[in-house]
């Protein structure tokens, strides 16, 4: 028996090796560059203070040191004629799963959705892996920032920004988190739900309790860690979830409440208004039924997909296209989301739809660079190019939102990343085969 198990694991051994002798060239994307770098000659669209013709942008140590149409070049600098192109701020995602999920139908490699139903300690940014495959595919097609939010449960876990470049989560980490909740739903799962409202209103009440119960108990122990800050004779039990929720019950990180049917949105604001509570609105899929209260509440808001099904089959088509740009109409700050793992590169197509449906090219521009940058509390460092912010930009040779348009140079933290990734090493593999088969 033992000899069969050692022939067993001498086959597998030779087997892997095999394996990775045969891994094609396109494992591995190119590296990134960082220096000084002078992009000339272009079209520079700062989103906050207007366009800037035929200008120059410098970037040194990460940063936009200088913008405009007279800036001196150092000595040294790597020129990038940028004729012809134009220069806009790296979009940002706000909402994903990047980085945590590789195969959605292996488990082993999902990680976004742990067990349990409170658990605000499930940190994306350790769960997010920054060698995943889609990391790449996303950036060079303009995206250089995600939010990457953990799923399931009434509290999935506690939320990250990131940028998309770098070796360790730490060292993509953006400078915001906050903490996912999914506010309890009145409406139904989808078209298999077949509970009574009745039992729909049951189970509402009983998720609502839930979250009650969970937020007071997250009260309770803020003041016993405060306490004990001032008398050491009290030793809290430690709990990781609560521990969790400190920052949040002080305001430090806010929630990010997904609430969608309009009905829960407008219960969602008299929760939050009721427990104080420093929250951004993240799905609000009807949020142009009730955008009105939404706007008046004062909160800020994160919609998408764009491109998605209407809720209700009596809704026209374009009602998921037009919701953006209604809530903005009405007042309301809104950024865009993907909500995906693998197409979070089509988020500048998202913004496209909003912009068409109602939205507008520039406030759909905003909405995927300088309004997520607000809403987390970034806006010093990314969503517009300006002197002293992260050197987070993209070339393009058109309109970003329009397919046929090209990301032609990319740069995150000053970081002069490659337009490369497994997409484009495939298309180029299977463009011009050889060997090829033999008629």
């Not at 891994?23 to 770098?37: D, E, I, L, R, W």
């Not at 430690?238 to 920052?247: D, G, H, K, V, W």
């Not at 951004?280 to 008046?296: H, L, N, P, S």
Request: charged share 20%; with cysteine; net charge positive.
């Amino acid at each position: 028996m033992k000899n069969k198990f050692k022939k067993i694991i001498r086959y597998l051994g030779v087997a892997f090796l095999c394996m990775g002798l045969i891994v094609p060239n396109y494992a591995q994307v190119a590296k990134s560059n960082q220096g000084t770098f002078a992009l000339t000659n272009a079209t520079i669209v700062t989103v906050t203070k207007g366009t800037i013709n035929n200008g120059t942008l410098l970037i040194q140590d990460g940063k936009i040191t200088a913008l405009g149409t007279s800036v001196d070049i150092p000595s040294g600098a790597t020129t990038v004629d940028c004729s012809g192109h134009s220069i806009y701020p790296g979009m940002i995602d706000g909402g994903t799963r990047l980085g945590m999920a590789e195969v959605n139908a292996v488990s082993l490699t999902v990680d976004h959705n742990e067990v349990g139903n409170i658990k605000p300690h499930m940190q994306a940014l350790t769960a997010v892996n920054p060698n995943n495959v889609a990391i790449p595919v996303t950036r060079v097609n303009g995206v250089t920032t995600a939010l990457s939010v953990p799923t399931g449960g009434l509290m999935p876990g506690t939320a990250a920004l990131i940028n998309l470049v770098g070796y360790t989560p730490n060292q993509m980490y953006a400078g915001f988190k906050g903490v996912a909740i999914n506010y309890p739903s009145s409406g139904r799962r989808g078209r298999w739900d077949r509970r009574s409202d009745e039992d729909r209103k049951k189970e509402e009440e009983k998720k609502l309790k839930e979250l009650n119960d969970a937020w007071e108990q997250a009260l309770l122990y803020a003041k016993i860690d405060s306490a004990a800050q001032f008398d050491q004779s009290i030793r809290p039990e430690y709990n990781p979830q609560m521990e969790a929720m400190l920052p949040v019950v002080r305001g430090k990180f806010p929630v990010l409440l997904e609430v969608n049917k309009d009905k829960d949105i407008e219960s969602a604001i008299k929760w939050v208004e009721k427990n104080n509570v420093k929250v951004i609105f993240t799905g609000v899929a009807e949020g142009w039924r009730v955008a009105d209260k939404i706007a008046k509440a004062g909160i800020p808001v994160i919609t998408g997909p764009v491109q998605s099904m209407p809720t209700r089959p009596s809704d026209k088509y374009d009602r998921p296209y037009a919701n953006a740009g209604a809530m903005h109409k009405a007042g309301v700050k809104v950024a865009l989301r993907t909500n995906d793992s693998e197409n979070v590169r089509n988020l500048p197509f998202h913004a496209g739809f909003a912009a068409a449906y109602g939205m507008g090219k520039e406030e759909a521009l905003k909405a995927v660079t300088i309004n997520p940058a607000e809403i987390f509390g970034v806006a010093d460092q990314l969503g517009s190019l300006e002197v002293g912010k992260s050197a987070n930009l993209i070339v393009t040779d058109g309109d970003p939102f329009e397919t046929k348009t090209q990301i032609k140079h990319l740069f995150i933290n000053g970081w002069q990343v490659p337009i490369d990734s497994r997409h484009i090493q495939l298309y180029e593999e299977f463009l011009d085969r050889s060997p090829g088969l033999k008629k």
